[in-house]
């Protein structure tokens, strides 16, 4: 099972992310890094472990307030060995698809059919099934149709992230068993290795993580058991 690690990028800055309610993201300052500056909350998460993937959301260009995408672009300079998933808002696709795979947030999407021509045109899109307070934010239907899925799938429980409540993990075995060819990605909540190997059993592809990881819930050690 694949881990990982994730940033929440706002005004230039990782912030901490509190139940999806991103209003109230503040700069990031954990028990692992003190600091918000991209760069160095990257330089922490990789001296704890090899991460070969970090997700980014761009919560800027999401909500429409702007940009950071010359930011992300800096750091994928910096650690052009690492592959970026990178959720922004479906916007300057061009350019973030010459450095890093594109997440189609479904909280992004207007209709079905732009979803179509998205996985149709975008190189090894992902897209992420978006939830919050336990409702699909995305167009109506789309969370039971997988036919229009591409291959790799990211549940987020946006309403967990940050939470430490516990993953979806009875959402995710129902995905799973829903569509099997699929690889699914379990996003939100998670705070410990029981956490972890539920996910596993339960069909998970991946685990997006941070909180259990700024906190020091999950460590070297658990984190070494999915190497």
Same mark, same amino acid.
């Given at each position: 099972m694949k881990l990982i690690t994730v940033i929440d &990028?706002?005004?230039a800055e990782v912030v901490t992310a509190k139940s999806g309610k991103r209003h109230a993201y503040t700069p990031s300052d954990t028990p692992l890094c003190h600091s918000s500056q991209p760069l160095t909350v990257v330089s922490t998460l990789l001296a704890l472990h090899p991460f070969d993937t970090f997700y980014i959301a761009d919560l800027?260009? &999401?909500s429409g307030d702007g940009s950071n995408?010359?930011? &992300?672009q800096k750091l994928h300079l910096e650690h052009p060995g690492i592959t970026l998933w990178v959720d922004n808002g479906l916007t300057e696709l061009g350019l973030l698809c010459d450095f890093a795979r594109p997440v189609i947030g479904t909280e992004s999407l207007t209709n079905c059919d732009r979803l179509r021509h998205l996985v149709d045109t975008l190189p090894s899109p992902i897209l992420s099934l978006d939830y919050l307070a336990d409702q699909f934010t995305g167009p109506a239907g789309l969370d039971q149709q997988p036919v229009r899925w591409p291959?790799?799938?990211i549940l987020m429980t946006l309403s967990r992230v940050g939470s430490a409540s516990g993953p979806d993990a009875a959402h995710l075995k129902q995905l799973?068993?829903?569509s099997?060819? +699929?690889h699914f990605f379990a996003a939100g909540?998670? +705070?410990h290795l029981s956490d972890l190997e539920q996910l596993h059993a339960n069909g998970a592809a991946g685990v997006l993580l941070s909180t259990a990881l700024h906190q020091g819930w999950i460590g070297p050690t658990e984190l070494g058991l999915f190497s």
């Open positions: &990028i706002k005004n800027d260009a &999401i995408l010359t930011l &992300i291959a790799e799938v799973v068993k829903q099997p060819n +699929r909540g998670v +705070r």
